[in-house]
């Protein structure tokens, strides 16, 4: 069997309520709608990202993230969840005591920033896709999702004067992983509640420009059917695949697959044609 060439993504922005993950939950079943295998792995000691995917709440779960990064490298098989409310979408749970256990890691560990890359490496291969959703902290969690990355997206909360509030810090900070992760590739600024017609989102979206160097060619527009699949516990498809909020990510997931060469024959037009523009 041959391998697969992974793509390990990092959704990653030290700002809280910035989408990063629904960014991760959708992008994930869409991704996984374009016949790509899908692992999501939430280091998120909240664990929205587990709650939502998985079938069983995190506290429920016996093996965690938090588990393998302690030094449970052996229960890796165990951690992964094949069976979750995605088709098509594997997880790996994350824990709340992931807040206290963080600086575990650090005093555990020679090189505290990669342990999460020796964790991943039998899954190198396996998925096409991997899908790091982590917390709004510039802290050992985060660094060790984007030091173990392909790829990174930083969302920005489009609709706030204060959306792009640190985004020079983080930017340090990446620059920073750089030198134990020199191919880390960045895929863009993803504007999230984006409405080109406000003048405030329109500022945003230029300083993303400025100050992050790329901002991916779709946005993610406002919507109440992300706390509907939230509440459901589906993917925004299943709430209304019609809706232009569906077609955002569907999108998003062909950008991405197109972008990061898993599928370059896919064109954007395909998942637009005949859909109506409805919320």
């Known amino acids: 069997m041959n391998q697969k060439n992974t793509k390990v993504v990092t959704i990653a922005n030290h700002k809280g309520g910035c989408g990063k993950t629904a960014t991760v939950v959708h992008l994930a079943a869409e991704l996984a709608q ?24 995190p506290s429920e779960v016996s093996v965690t993230i938090k588990d393998l990064l302690l030094g449970g490298y052996s229960k890796l098989v165990e ?3 094949e069976e979750t409310n995605f088709k ?6 994350s824990s709340l005591s992931l807040t206290t256990e963080e600086d575990k890691i650090k005093d555990n560990e020679p090189r505290p920033l990669e342990v999460l890359g020796r964790i991943i490496k039998p899954l190198l291969g396996v998925y096409d896709v991997i899908l790091i959703d982590t917390p709004p902290s510039l802290r050992t969690l985060t660094g060790n999702a984007l030091s173990c990355a392909t790829d990174y997206i930083i969302p920005i909360f489009s609709g706030s004067q204060y959306g792009m509030y640190g985004v020079l810090d983080l930017q340090a900070y990446i620059e920073k992983i750089r030198y134990i992760n020199p191919n880390l590739n960045l895929l863009g600024a993803l504007l999230i509640r984006h409405d080109e017609r406000q003048l405030m989102c329109r500022a945003i979206k230029e300083s993303a420009k400025e100050q992050i160097g790329k901002v991916i060619p779709i946005d993610i527009s406002s919507s109440n059917n ?12 299943e709430v209304d695949a019609t809706a232009k909020i569906a077609r955002k990510f569907r999108q998003l997931a062909i950008w991405v697959a197109k972008e990061t060469g898993l599928k370059p024959e896919l064109q954007l037009t395909t998942v637009i044609e005949g859909e109506e523009e409805n919320d």
């Open 88 to 93: 098509g979408v594997h997880l790996i749970s």
């Open 79 to 81: 951690a992964v969840q």
């Open 226 to 237: 992300i706390d509907k699949s939230a509440a459901l516990k589906v993917s925004i498809r």
């Open 34 to 57: 374009l016949d790509l295998s899908v692992l999501v792995i939430d280091l998120d000691p909240q664990g929205n990202a587990s709650t939502h995917i998985g079938i069983k709440h």
